[in-house]
């Protein structure tokens, strides 16, 4: 009997179609695979606090079934930190959470035969987890910890636009514990790789960068690539994402239309897509009012109603601010982007320089935080439309993907194989 792969995704909204992607490729190699996902619930105010339960159900994708356990918390809607109660709701809903996913993962271990614990999320609480299981099995199982995003930058450039918030020491500790227990090591990207070894350099560990990549990918872009060569009357260019945060720079874009509008108002227009605060609402609002040639603002959209309008756009700009962050990770925005083909306007950060090396035609960089050098790049885009090659650009993704991904596999066989 093949020993199974089990899939732990602690994200809150379950498992990704993008990490549905991986499973589905592990599947066709017929290695086995289970997934243990988290969902939380959330009741309004006066309700049950806290019904932690876990639910199994069948997933049928394109290569078979998969059998789901999902770990289910039910929590109470509030803003979590204004008062005693809902601090102690959180403290308990954790507390049990934690319980039930070591309970879980002991359990599922010695019933399916799993010699291979894929988890895939930031350094947090179900990570440490798994690494303490990790340790009462030893050589016995293989843990592969995929790091998508690096959390303690991510919370504390949101919650203060610093490293420096109360709890990054603590987690920390969690992502170097995930690191140390670690088989194999997954990032987004390589420019995450050499971070990852440079601050944990005593820790050697193989760390591969496997690019997320989209499910029905090569359908995206031949729908793209008929729908970018129908004519039209202006350039369309998408935004998508969150508005006036600390991760996309929406006011730059905003500040070099500003420079552009005599040349570009009956020529351009910008779709600004995504959820955004009162007071990002009111200034995109304005900018509309000041230039309604160019800019209009459709707010939150469905995914699949999103990849409409991207298979629709002739180029997209991805504003990324520079941080700790975003000068290592990629974002899947700008995934999504490239590999239909679009003509891609981002900031030139480690991570982005990567991948413009790869995909010159594709990607177009300009200085973070100049509004002079990114109108400078939306001028140079203007003229490079269409010049692209869409199915020559998805290729190449595709090839670096599945290299990348062999590796992977390659070391799940070695090691399931010598059990």
Known sequence: MKRVVLYCSPNP??????QLRALEELMKVNTPVVILETKWVYEEKGKSGLWPFVEKRKYKSSEGVLDVYSVKL????????????????MALSLSVYAVIWLSIILYLIPKLKVGVVWCSNAPDLPCTIVAIVKKIFRNRLMYIYEMRELTPELYCIRATGEAHCPFYAILRLLERIAYSSADIVITVSAAMR???SRIHRPIRKTIIPLYPFPPHAEKFANKSYTLRLQKKDKTIAIYGGSVLEKIYDLPLVIEALRRLYPQIKNRFQLLIIGRGDETALQYILRARNEMPEVIDFIGFMPAEKYYQKLKEADMCIVPLTLNQLTSIAVP??????????KIVITSALPSTVELAERFPNTLLLYKPASVGSLSETIVNALGRIGTNDVHSTFHKFSRLFYTNFSKIIYLIKRFTTNE
């Open 332 to 341: 899947n925005k700008l995934v999504d982007c490239i590999i239909t083909g």
């Open 74 to 89: 039910m929590t109470l809607a509030l803003n979590r930190t204004q008062n005693i109660y809902s601090i102690f709701s």
């Open 194 to 196: 050499d971070y990852i």
């Open 13 to 18: 909204i379950g498992v990704s179609p993008r």
